[in-house]
């Protein structure tokens, strides 16, 4: 086993695999597909070779393989096959998800060069903005919830985490600078003790490719320096981002001092802390809850879009 390899329960395998744990039990008992540790409670634990396994025999059941048969295969034939399949794949959906299970493969191998096959044969075929909607960002969302409870190995996210940032780098150069004196301008922050840039970094290109104006400010900028930005420059939008474990307390204070401190300057907030229904966003402020809010918020189109309100 891999010395930074991670131990994964049986739900971390019903999470990343999409088979459900009553059925991972039954292919152990019946055709010994996997051989777990246990705990002196004979708890299941997993390693990464597991996770690799069942995510390709996952894969190959989609495309028609047979339980009874993949579990015959040794480990050779069942990675020719998925090489096989996943040069034939034709349709869209099985397509997203193959590259998925690859990005997750690629995480727990270390394999930067199998993740930049991946991406780059997706975004030949749809591009990069349906390469991010569709498989980068459901992919980060089928392994953060093990990343937050500590199942999977640190490194294992830093790894991914630089290799996709490197990924939307590239993308935002690309774009073509924006010289439309009278476009919104955006300033993109996150606050204080806020590391995870992924989501702002791809709000970036979202918004620098409809044609915005995009100051980027990057990781825990202080409060000050904020509001010092918004008196001097005066943006149309802020967008900021709340991921790491803030208490309810400390997000509805800095919410609040955020409204005051931004003057003209509207307010967006974004992130997986702000969907917790204790969160009071202020009357004005708007809850970018998805990319697609994101999307129609550029776009012009609010309609859906939530907005604080007085209490």
């Not at 991010?132 to 093990?146: E, R, S, T």
């Amino acid at each position: 086993m891999h010395p930074l390899s991670s131990k994964y329960s049986i739900k971390d395998l019903e999470r990343l695999s999409g088979v459900k744990a009553h059925t991972i039990r039954i292919w152990e008992q019946r055709y010994n597909l996997l051989n777990p540790d246990r705990t002196d409670t004979n708890i299941r634990l997993y390693s990464d070779q597991d996770v690799k396994l069942l995510l390709n025999i996952s894969l190959l059941l989609r495309h028609g393989g047979k339980i009874s048969h993949l579990c015959k295969l040794s480990l050779q034939e069942i990675s020719q096959k998925i090489i096989d399949l996943t040069k034939t794949a034709e349709s869209k959906e099985p397509f997203f998800e193959s590259q998925i299970d690859q990005l997750v493969l690629s995480m727990i191998d270390f394999d930067d060069v199998r993740f930049e096959q991946t991406i780059a044969e997706s975004v030949s075929i749809h591009g990069f903005e349906m390469t991010m909607l569709n498989i980068v960002i459901p992919f980060l969302q089928k392994v953060g919830m093990m990343w937050l409870s500590g199942e999977s190995s640190i490194v294992q996210e830093h790894f991914i985490s630089n290799l996709i940032r490197k990924r939307l780098l590239v993308a935002v150069d690309s774009l073509s600078p924006v010289r439309d004196q009278s476009a919104d301008s955006y300033l993109l922050f996150l606050p204080e003790g806020e590391l995870h840039e992924t989501g702002l970094l791809f709000s970036k290109y979202i918004l620098k490719a409809r044609g915005k104006k995009v100051t980027y400010l990057g990781q825990t900028v202080p409060r000050e320096d904020v509001k010092g930005f918004c008196q001097d420059q005066k943006p149309t939008f802020l967008l900021t981002f709340f991921t790491a474990a803030h208490s309810v307390s400390s997000i509805n204070e800095y919410l609040k001092d955020l409204k005051a401190m931004a003057g003209t300057t509207r307010v967006l907030v974004a992130g997986m802390q702000i969907h917790d229904p204790l969160i009071m966003i202020p009357e004005g402020v708007v809850f970018i809850s998805s990319v697609m809010d994101l999307i129609n918020f550029a776009e012009g189109n609010v309609g859906s879009l939530k907005t604080g309100t007085s209490n």
